[in-house]
């Protein structure tokens, strides 16, 4: 049986350049970092469906992003890791209700990723074949034809019911201590443009079994023009992500103005002014905070992830960079993102759409906003009452600095 797949917009769709950090998630984090990305994965899906999700992976930026709003090191190479761990291990086990699943994983993991997508094509009545020939065929491309230093060693294929995918692979280059991130996407999808790969396309040729049939010749002709590409004209041509590899944030990371939007948003406005957000009605200003960059992550265009750094300011990291993790606010936000889900799963979209409406209102927030901190101020004013959330890194629990300790006796 085969399926149908875009094969005429199928695009290496980026590349991010990422330092190697080391250093195991701790349990008490990665707990709340499978909640938060399986509220997240729901909610894309309930409001713009499969192909968006896959178009969302697809991106640098977003993929980046969102690493850092579930509370990983926005600039390190675990992201990768974590991100693919976490929604392998949340959307399987409610493959499907969700329509999607994930496949390989890092080190020997990977190397069992077409056995998984012939299994899962025997259960899903998907083209085995195929996925599986697509999936050694895109390694092989980012590991042997791109010629760029990079060994693979992560290698995830994500697939839908329909048939459209996505694969994020990650290499690492031992001599300078770099991990290199590849994305790719079988279908363009309108509302969010990115630049294709020419080198990697293949028309459309309706039901295609395998790559050597001869419906598949404009896609083995893709795959033969770019083992003659130059490695530095590939590179060039993808959208690329490069991160910095030194640990924290500095200013030039983060859009002030983006980040001081929903600071002033969650300050000084609230809930009581906004009618919309009423649903919303009891959060906190930081819950408020973390639940707007959330909402970027579900709902923002592409334009709203060029500055990945600024999601570290939804849960922070677990070494403190910028800001501990705020647990307290971490439970608050994946309880009220996943109420809104259940909500929405039962003709009840209302707090859904509320959530929705915080990316909008910071966004509008942004026009004439004029920046009256600094990000040192506001990385100071976050670690001083990280103690108030619950603020916990590898290290343990924050403390009170010493002149509110004083007042507590």
């Known amino acids: 049986m085969g399926f149908y797949t875009c094969m005429s917009k199928i695009k290496h769709s980026g590349s991010t350049d990422l330092a190697l950090m080391g250093g195991g998630i701790p349990k008490w984090l990665y707990h709340r970092m499978k909640k938060l990305s399986l509220g997240v994965v729901e909610a894309i899906l309930i409001e713009y469906g499969h192909k968006a999700f896959l178009s969302k992976l697809s991106d640098p930026f977003w993929f980046q992003s969102f690493g850092a709003a579930i509370g990983m090191d926005w600039n390190s190479s675990g992201v990768t890791t974590a991100v693919m761990r976490a929604l392998k291990e949340t959307i399987n086990p409610n493959a499907k209700s969700l329509g ?184 906190g200003p930081r819950t408020l905070q973390s639940l707007t960059l959330i909402s970027e992550v579900i709902h923002g265009t592409p334009s709203r ?40 799963k039962v003709d009840q979209s209302d707090k859904l759409k509320a959530i929705a409406k915080l990316s909008k209102l910071a966004k509008k927030a942004e026009q004439g906003f004029t920046p009256t901190k600094g990000l040192d101020e506001v990385i100071k004013k976050e670690k001083r009452e990280s103690y108030k959330y619950g603020g916990r890194t590898i290290r343990g629990y924050e403390k009170p600095p010493e002149d509110e300790q004083l007042k507590l006796f």
Not at 158 to 180: C, F, H, L, T, Y
Not at 309 to 338: C, M, N
């Open 100 to 283: 999607l699943y994930v496949c390989g994983g890092k080190g020997k993991e990977s190397l069992k990723t077409p056995e998984e997508l012939m299994q899962l094509s025997d259960r899903q009545g998907l083209n085995g074949d195929l996925l599986s020939t697509l999936s050694k065929l895109v390694a092989k491309v980012d590991n042997t034809a791109l010629q760029d230093g990079y060994n693979l060693y992560i290698h995830n294929f994500i697939v839908s019911n329909e048939g459209d995918w996505s694969v994020i692979q990650q290499g690492m280059n031992p001599k300078d201590g770099s991990a290199r991130r590849y994305h790719w996407h079988s279908e363009h999808v309108d509302s969010f443009v990115e630049e294709p790969h020419s080198a990697v396309c293949g028309d459309h040729q309706g039901e295609i079994l395998n790559l050597v049939a001869k419906e598949a010749d404009n896609t083995r002709s893709g795959i033969l023009d770019i083992t003659s590409e130059h490695p530095d004209k590939i590179m060039k041509e993808v959208k690329r992500l490069v991160l910095p590899k030194y640990h924290g944030i500095k200013s030039k990371d983060v859009d002030l103005k983006r980040l001081g939007s929903i600071l002033w948003l969650a300050e000084e406005q609230g809930t009581k002014d906004f009618e919309e957000l009423l649903l919303l009605k009891g959060l």
């Open 305 to 344: 992830f060029s500055d990945p750094a600024r999601f570290s300011f939804a849960h922070g990291a677990k070494g403190g960079s910028p800001i501990p993790v705020p647990t307290k606010v971490y439970d608050e936000t994946i309880q009220e993102l996943t109420s809104a889900v259940e909500r929405a």
